[in-house]
Every structure is written in C-alpha cells, then in structure tokens.
C-alpha cells in the first residue's frame, strides 16, 4: 500500500511530553503549539475548546491532534469556573507534570505533546492540518501502550530512548491514520490523495522508480489526466509540485542507500536516484539534511563500527 511506502520513510519528532491532570471544574489554557499537539487521554474524561468556542468532548483512549497556532483549553466538568494558564510549553529534557486544580481531585489524566511529523521537504503530514482532529483510539489498545511507553522513556532517559519513543510515536501514529482512513476523513487531503485511484498511479511511479525520469506530463499520463488537471491536484493533496515531491523521494532513497554500511559510493548513489551531477545531488541533499552526503555516510558508518 502506499501509505506503507511513505510510513517507512518519514521523519517523527517527539518534544518532551506533558502529563496534565485537571480536577472538576477547572480549565487548562495552553498556548498555540508552533507544530501540531497531541493530547491523548489516559484516565477520565472532559474536553478540549477552542476560543471561539468549539467544544471537543474527550474521552478514555481519545487522542486529539491540534493545529499548530492554535490556542486551545483542556477542561474537566460541566462548568469550569477556575483556571490555570501556562504561557510556555514544555522544553528541555524529561516529562513535566502539570496540576490544574487540587491533586487528590484531579479526574482527568492527559499526555499532551508537540509532535513533528514530515516526509522530507515536501509532505508534513499534519502540516496543513486547520481543525482539531478527535480521533476514538479505544479499538487499538496499542495506543495507550506506546504513550506509555513514550512518558517512562522521556521520564528516565537512557541509550536509545529517543529511538524508542520515535519507534512508539510512529506506532501511535499509524493507529491515528488507520482511523482517519476508516473514517473517510478528509481533514489530512494527502491521506486523500493516496487513495486516489488516478493520483496513486502516479505516486506508486515515483515510490516505485524515482531515479525516472519523470516530468508533469509523464506522470499526469499515468494519472490519466490533463497536465494542468494532474498538477492542481497533486497540489492540492500533498502541497507541492510534482516534481518537488519526486526530488524529495530521491533525497530519502538516497540517504537509505548512504546508510547501508559498505553500500554504494556518493556518485554511485547520486546516479541510482536521478541525479546526473554529484555537485547538484550534493547540495540537494544538503540542503534537506544539513550535512553532504559524503559526511552523511561517514557518520553512519562510524555509528555502525
């Protein structure tokens, strides 16, 4: 599927984690997030509004993502009368605990996180998310397993705990879009775009082969479209050019292959995915990853030895 031919490739990035713990009748003011929120609810139950008053009841195994900017409330009780407001989220090392109300009263348990999900340059998977998405998780047990997982790790960090809770986020994150895809939601239009019947022709040409050499007009041949039909809707799904997302396809294969210990050599990888120029491969890839290619696969190597 090609949901799995992205999912093995993206990028997940966890902040550290909040545990909030609300008693009845009281509110949690939160600023705007710079990337999407996680709130996943791991006891009890209230709920999650928006200033303009857009109102999310939350549940026991809810997980609620929020767009970035957005200020938003946690609330527990029919009423909240009395509150508490944090000016900054959570930076640093280690998971915060936040009490909103009398401790021994707290009812509602929250895990609350920024999460930055991305497929290289050209797909942040919750990047052009604008409404909060509700999503009822209690069919997948997992979940609640992994955002275990995910706060003893941040907890007590040891080796490997920011490979574990990128593991177990990854894990809570395809629950969510198995969900969304059940649901038919149409708040993530990539997700959309990927059960296209005609988009997907093309996007599985350049998952499948994108050393290709692939322009609008090839790859709106294999959608079965007009040129400018094909490049308005692949747009409109993923947020970039056709060929944007092919460049950044090549970028990703390119750093498995430099991550293979004795695989392929910079030019030898730069030609298996398109790239005719090291020099342009090289910036390219740079550009995407902060370091050249050549310095991509020592680090890698070293790691290995």
Known sequence: MLLDKLLDHVEVQTEPFATCLISSGWRLNLPGPPNVMFHFVMQGSGALRLPDGATYPMERYFLAVVPHDAKHTLECGLDAQSERSIDALPSGEGVVHVTDGPPDTAEFHVACGRVNISY???????????????ADLSAYPQVRGAFEGILAEQGGPAQGSVALTRALMTQCVIYLLRYLTEQSDGRLPWLLGLEDPNLSQAIDAIFERPEDAHTVDSLADR????????????REAFGATPINFVHNIRIRKAADLLRQKGGP?????????????????SSAFKSQF???PAAFQKGRSAAQA
């Open 120 to 134: 290289g340059d050209s797909l942040g998977l919750f990047q052009r998310l604008e409404e909060v998405i509700v």
């Open 223 to 234: 959608a079965m479209m007009s040129r400018s039909v094909f490049a308005e809707r692949f």
């Open 265 to 281: 050599s910079v030019e030898q990888v730069a030609r298996r995915v398109g790239f005719s120029s090291r020099t342009h491969f």
């Open 290 to 292: 902060g370091v050249s």
